[in-house]
């Protein structure tokens, strides 16, 4: 990877004449070392056609190890300051490849759908405090994305990696699980940003699948909110309200072949969406 990769002196002086100063409500920690920049884009297994998407490429750390890597990158950036400088700092940075740049400036989280090409894989430092949901609505949106790796804080990861079972599974590992199979893939200390955060951080590595057939989107969602909204309690309790009466949930759970005492952290996304088979055909 050439040597065009943004280090500590570069990140601030880009950040000085674009009178930036980070904030914590949008979740600005730009990365400032080189070699875990290389490290991210190593891990991310990407491929020489890949067509990236980075949401929240900041002052464009990430951006140009991307660059160095793949066919082309369209960044989401929210702030518009940072979204009008970052093709001019690529350009100065690693010259001609600024044309294989689209900058979008967007929330992420609200976005439907992704304009230019289809990318094939998600590689981004996401913003702490909207972490899950902008994964979420990336992936929804995004039907094109083969896999992906994303930076989250250290806590947030093991959420998203979990599988049923575990202590820390829930609604993020439920509901990602629906779009991709998840797996922690390496730790990233808080001494590589600035400003320096009062976490870590971790990466978490996903390959796309096929979401289960027998449901909507939708309808297993609205069971996994459900189901988690009372957590610890038996699914015959937890899904009383959604189904209409525990009688109900109990029957319904008998018919997707689940038994109405177990609990939520313990089924998976083919569970959940066999729930919600039987539910919205008691509702048609």
């Not at 660059?67 to 300051?81: G, M």
């Not at 909204?229 to 189904?243: F, N, P, T, V, Y």
């Not at 009466?245 to 319904?252: C, E, L």
Request: include cysteine; aromatic fraction near 4%.
């Amino acid at each position: 990877m050439p040597d065009a990769l943004l280090g500590p002196v570069e990140i601030r002086a880009i950040a000085s004449e674009l009178g930036l100063t980070p904030t914590k409500r949008l979740g600005q920690n730009f990365v400032h070392d080189p070699n875990t920049v290389r490290r991210i884009v190593r891990t991310a297994a990407l491929r020489r056609d890949d067509v990236v998407l980075e949401v929240g490429p900041g002052v464009g750390s990430l951006t140009l190890g991307l660059l160095a890597a793949v066919a082309s990158v369209t960044a989401i950036e929210i702030d518009r300051r940072l979204a009008t400088a970052l093709p001019s700092t690529v350009d100065r940075q690693m010259p001609g490849a600024a044309q294989r740049l689209t900058t979008v400036c967007a929330n992420a989280a609200l976005l439907s759908e992704i304009p230019g090409p289809q990318p094939t894989a998600l590689v981004a430092n996401l913003p702490y405090n909207v972490a899950v949901a902008v994964l979420l609505q990336v992936l929804r949106a995004t039907p094109t994305l083969r896999r992906g790796l994303v930076m989250v804080q250290s806590e947030v990861a093991d959420r998203l990696a979990a599988e049923p079972g575990s202590r820390v599974y829930g609604v993020p590992s439920a509901k990602l699980a629906w779009y991709a199979h998840a797996r922690r893939a390496g730790s990233v200390p808080r001494t590589v940003f600035w400003p320096m955060p009062n976490v870590d951080s971790k990466l978490v590595a996903f390959v796309a699948c096929d979401p289960p057939r027998q449901a909507k989107r939708a309808d297993t969602f609205a069971v996994i909110d459900a189901a988690f909204g009372r957590r610890r309690k038996m699914m015959r309790s937890a899904l009383a309200e959604l189904a209409g009466s525990a009688d109900h949930a109990a029957s319904a759970l008998r018919t997707a072949g689940i038994d109405p005492t177990r609990r939520a952290e313990s089924l998976g996304i083919g569970e959940f969406a066999a729930i919600a088979a039987v539910l919205a055909s008691t509702h048609d």
